[in-house]
């Protein structure tokens, strides 16, 4: 069995999103030995997503060059209401027929062979850039995280906070009371016009009332079935009015909701990752930055504004955080 | 000189509000002993405020059957931008022509012969509900304070978070992107719609463009020269449409932005006070935790909605505290 000295503290980390499944090997320092990423299953029910997941891990270990049952341990961040302790998800809105409370820390230790821990998906990628990332200058922060839907996480004072359970959910701030409808059912969240689903669901609307749009065409010509930041960036960069427009408004109302965040907590830093986010990167970083401005209420001392710099893997990576050693 | 036994470890307690001075005396087990209520001058600048403060106090101390000069020392809650090391405030908007820089508490501690520590209005009306008020059963919640402005306090952990010393500004949380003109200059803020100075500018233009309300003939009756809390109940009790309109609205954002601020925090509890909070008890109270609910992303554990228990002294009472015996 190749374990290399190097490997032998490795862990394991998954980050459980709606689009996709990126995964890494760590070594003792937390730095990336190997990686994988699989599409998340669109039907089925947790066992499907989970053994996807499975999958992944195992292709993440061989790029490492060691067997998962080798590892220290692996931790995965997930959506939805987790249990830590137990171990098990509920209500994982964005993934296929997870409604119910499935154990899946059990299944994936006895699919991997080793233990596994299971943390909120956006509060281990906001510790990673803490601890890991771009958030390292500063000792307190809000993570946000721009893709599916819009995630939030929360250090402060070089802790994370997170209330009774349920505390970062930045994406369900009312940035437009009355408003439009978000995938959560509510009425005017930040998610409603920010949220990548969100965003398809409204450029499909007006496509359907006639409006001229790129995006579906690229979508199909990309062999896609969703408008992935891939779609999205191809079509902004061909100058899509449509996506334009759907951009521009998602970051008028990211700077709005971020601001309102700010002025209550006046953290020193915004950390923007994400799928989106991340894809988009310093420009956008730069535009939701400028879209705060207007709303700050102490605008001599506006925190600082930065890119993700683990990336798309920072998930993964803060998941792997879960893993004591 | 009059002391008793029961005062000799007292002190004195200013509330600096935009309208009014509310002012106490409290002995050793912060019990009011003594109170007073002066109207914030309209006009000059700080020195006349300060008198005005001076002479609230004397009143309060008298009613406590004490001499100023015999506190413990005094403390001031006041609005702006509080130093409370140097004893200074600046730019506070709300008060006649205070944007300079103020030593303010060692004005007052010549005038009184005692001496006063400062701190910010809202985070000692904050923390006097949660040692002693309606916030006594929770670890972690927010202050919202509903009069001339819309002011915010937080407690995390039973400890204040201050961030960088300019936290809980919810009033300036947006909740209508794009929305009405705020006092504060921003668009779309809470306070816009909810603030007591917002709402009267609002009435006002609406009546100037013909609308019947009979706020105005009350407040002239009354001898007031802005719409007071007591202006607009009177008009609510009277079936005033614009009156009601106006409180609906008022409501309805409240509940928005708090409800944003509980996505974020996930605190136990939320405790309303304030002028127009107080005034209004708990039907208003009822009425915000309903416009809460819609949009309260863990909808299934509510916080608690409570109004402050320490009424209109409360902030008086807060600002007590600040010194130490």
Redesign the interface.
């Known amino acids: 069995m190749p374990t290399k000295t190097s490997t032998t503290k490795a862990r394991g980390g998954i980050d459980l999103g709606g689009t996709k499944i990126p995964t890494v090997v760590v070594d003792g320092r937390s730095k990336v030995r190997g990686e994988a990423r699989r599409p998340t299953p669109t039907s089925g029910g947790p066992e499907n997503v989970a053994a996807q997941m499975a999958e992944a891990l195992r292709e993440a270990a061989e790029a490492a060059g060691v067997e998962p049952g080798a590892l220290v341990g692996v931790g995965v961040g997930s959506p939805g209401e987790v249990d830590g302790h137990a171990g098990t998800v509920s209500q994982a809105k964005n993934l296929p027929g997870w409604a119910e409370t499935f154990a899946l820390a059990d299944w994936l230790a006895k699919k991997l062979g080793t233990a596994v821990k299971v943390g909120n998906d956006v509060q281990v990628a906001t510790e990673a850039e803490f601890h890991l990332g771009a958030g390292r200058p500063y000792t307190?922060l809000i993570g946000i995280f721009w893709g599916t839907g819009v995630g939030?996480g929360?250090v402060?004072d070089g802790k994370p906070?997170?209330?009774?359970?349920?505390?970062?959910?930045?994406g369900?701030?009312?940035?437009?009371?009355g408003g439009a409808r978000c995938p959560?059912g509510?009425?005017?969240?930040l998610e409603a016009y920010a949220g990548r689903a969100a965003m398809e669901a409204k450029a499909r609307e007006e496509n359907q009332a006639g409006r001229k749009t790129d995006l579906f065409k690229l979508m199909k010509k990309h062999g896609r079935d969703r408008l992935t930041s891939g779609i999205w960036e191809r079509a902004l960069a061909k100058g899509d009015e449509l996506a334009a427009e759907l951009f521009d408004r998602a970051v008028?109302?990211l700077g709005?909701?971020i601001?309102?965040?700010v002025?209550?907590?006046?953290?020193?830093a915004v950390i923007i990752g994400g799928g989106i986010g991340v894809r988009m990167g310093e420009p956008y970083a730069k535009r939701i930055e400028d879209a705060m401005g207007?709303?700050l209420?102490?605008d001599a001392?506006p925190p600082a504004v930065r890119v993700a710099s683990l990336g798309d893997l920072g998930g993964a990576v803060g998941a792997s955080l879960l893993v004591k050693t």
């Open positions: 307190s939030g929360i402060l906070w997170l209330g009774r359970g349920s505390a970062g959910e930045i369900h701030t009312v940035v437009k009371e959560c509510r009425r005017g969240c008028r109302m709005a909701g601001a309102s965040a002025n209550l907590l006046d953290v020193e207007p709303h209420f102490s001392s």
